[in-house]
C-alpha cells in the first residue's frame, strides 16, 4: 500500500494532462506484480543522508554567471569548471559521472559505436541498445546503492534503463522527451515524501534544455540565455519545494560538457573520403572498423592531409589522455577527431548560422567544459574550488551516502573533492 501512493500519483499526472501538453507515459518500468517486492531501506539506511544528483546537458562551464543563473550562483560549493571526459559527448560522461570510470573503461567509448565481435552498434536512439546490460561497465551508484541496501530513484539517466549487474533503480522511468520539467521535479518530491522504508536517499534527475537550445541557436544566443535562466528557475523550484520536506537533503547539480559554434562554411564530409560498404562510427570521434591495414593505411594518410581541420590516429598511436584502450574491440581501428570549431557533416544536412555541437577534446577545447555546484548540509559553505574530472563525483556522493566502495577499481579520487565535506 504505501508504494501504492507514488503509483497512484503517476497515474493522475498522466490522466490530468491536456492532449498537448507532456505527460508521463510510464511509471516505473517493472511490472505491477513485482510492486510489493521494491527493496526497502535497512535500519542503518533510515540514519543516512540524501543526494539528488541533477544533470543540465549541455550547460556550459561560464552559463551561470554570463546569464544570472541566481539559484546556482547561492549554491554552497562551486567549481571553475568540470572537466568533462573525452569524448564530450552526452552517454559517455552521463555514465562516466554516475560510475566513476572514464568511457574507454566504463563501455560507452562514444553515443555510438560498433562492437566487431558481436557484430552490433549502440547508438544512443536504439532503445533496444541502451537497455541492454552488456555495454555498461563498472557498477553505477544506484547499484552500488542497491548492494548496500538502500532505495534509490532515477528520474532519466544514462544506464537506468539497463539492468547492469541485473539492478535498475528501485524507482525508475524510461526516457521521455515530453515529460515536462514541473514533472520531473515533482516526481522527485513526491519520492521524497514516501514513507522511510520506501524513500529513496540518492536520485538522479535529468533535463535537456540547454543541450537542445544551445545545439540550435548556440552559447552566445539570446535563446540560450532565455533556456539557462528557466533551468535555473526549475532548480529554485526544486529547491523550495525540497526545503520544505525537513529531510537532509543534499543537491549536486552538474553537466555532461559544454558546447562550442562550429564553423559552417568548413564541413568535413568523411563520407568523401570512406569508401563504401566500411563500417564506422560517426559521431565524435569518428571510428573505422576493419581488419582491412591496406585500407586504414590509406585513410590515415588522407585524413592526414587535412592537418588543419582534424587529428588522425591509427589505433595504436591514440592520445594516453583519451583514456582508450588498444585491446578495446569498440574502439576503432582508425579514430579521426575534428578540432574546433570544425565538424562532421553530411550533404544531406544543411547547417544553419548558430549552429553548435560538443565531443571535442577537453583539453584542447575549453568550451566543452561542464559544471558543478552543491548545496546542503554535507558541504561546507562558500567554496569556490579549482577545475576536476568529472570521474570524482562517484567517490564524492559515496562518501556523503557512507557507501562503502572500497573493493571497486574506479578512475575517481576521494581526495579530489573531500575538502569540501563537512567533517
Not at 501504492?4 to 492532449?19: G, Q, R, T
Not at 556550459?60 to 572537466?83: C, H, P, Q, S, W
Not at 548545496?375 to 570524482?392: M, R, S
Amino acid at each position: 500500500m504505501k508504494f501504492k501512493f507514488a503509483y497512484i500519483f503517476c497515474l493522475i499526472l498522466l490522466f490530468s494532462c491536456k492532449p498537448k501538453k507532456a505527460v508521463v507515459t510510464e511509471v516505473v518500468d517493472l511490472p505491477q506484480n513485482e510492486i510489493s517486492r521494491v527493496q526497502e531501506n535497512s535500519k542503518e539506511t533510515l540514519e543516512k543522508p540524501f543526494v539528488i544528483l541533477i544533470s543540465l546537458d549541455g550547460f556550459r562551464y561560464d552559463y551561470a554567471e554570463r546569464y544570472g543563473a541566481t539559484n546556482l550562483l547561492n549554491f554552497d560549493v562551486k567549481a571553475d569548471k568540470m572537466i568533462s571526459s573525452f569524448p564530450t559527448k552526452t552517454f559517455p560522461n552521463h555514465y562516466a559521472i554516475v560510475s566513476g570510470l572514464y568511457p574507454g573503461n566504463n563501455g560507452l567509448v562514444s553515443n555510438s559505436f560498433y562492437i566487431p565481435t558481436l557484430k552490433e552498434h549502440y547508438k544512443i536512439r536504439d532503445r533496444g541498445a541502451v537497455r541492454n546490460k552488456e555495454y555498461y561497465k563498472g557498477t553505477p551508484l544506484w547499484v552500488l546503492a542497491s548492494e548496500q541496501e538502500m532505495v534509490t530513484a532515477s528520474m532519466f539517466w544514462v544506464g537506468s534503463e539497463a539492468p547492469i549487474k541485473d539492478t535498475h533503480p528501485t524507482y525508475y522511468f524510461n526516457y521521455n522527451g515530453r515529460v515536462t520539467n514541473e514533472q520531473r521535479v515533482n516526481q522527485t518530491v513526491e519520492w521524497l515524501k514516501l514513507p522511510e522504508k520506501k524513500r529513496p536517499h540518492f536520485i538522479t534527475l535529468y533535463f535537456s534544455l540547454t543541450d537542445d537550445v544551445g545545439h540550435r541557436f548556440g552559447p552566445n544566443s539570446a535563446e540560450i540565455e532565455k533556456a539557462v535562466k528557466l533551468i535555473d528557475a526549475t532548480i529554485g523550484d526544486l529547491i523550495s519545494k525540497t526545503d520544505k520536506l525537513d529531510l537532509p537533503i543534499n543537491i549536486v547539480v552538474v553537466s555532461d560538457h559544454g558546447m562550442k559554434e562550429v564553423d559552417i562554411d568548413n564541413i568535413i564530409y568523411f563520407e568523401d573520403v570512406i569508401p563504401k560498404n566500411v563500417i564506422y562510427s560517426d559521431s565524435f570521434p569518428l571510428m573505422v572498423y576493419s581488419d582491412d591495414t591496406k585500407m586504414i593505411d590509406s585513410l590515415y594518410t588522407n585524413f592526414k592531409k587535412d592537418s588543419l581541420r582534424v587529428n588522425v590516429y591509427k589505433k595504436a598511436n591514440m592520445p594516453k589522455h583519451y583514456h582508450y584502450k588498444v585491446d578495446d574491440d569498440s574502439v576503432g581501428d582508425l579514430i579521426v577527431m575534428p578540432k574546433a570549431p570544425y565538424t562532421f557533416g553530411k550533404r544531406s544536412y544543411t547547417f544553419s548560422k548558430g549552429n553548435s555541437t560538443h565531443g571535442y577534446d577537453p583539453t584542447t577545447t575549453e568550451e566543452m567544459g561542464a559544471i558543478f555546484y552543491a548545496t546542503g548540509p554535507a558541504f561546507k559553505k562558500n567554496q569556490q574550488i579549482d577545475a576536476f574530472e568529472n570521474v570524482h563525483v562517484y567517490p564524492l556522493i559515496s562518501e556523503i551516502l557512507e557507501l562503502d566502495y572500497s573493493h571497486l577499481k574506479i578512475d575517481g579520487k576521494k581526495e579530489v573533492l573531500e575538502s569540501i565535506i563537512k567533517k
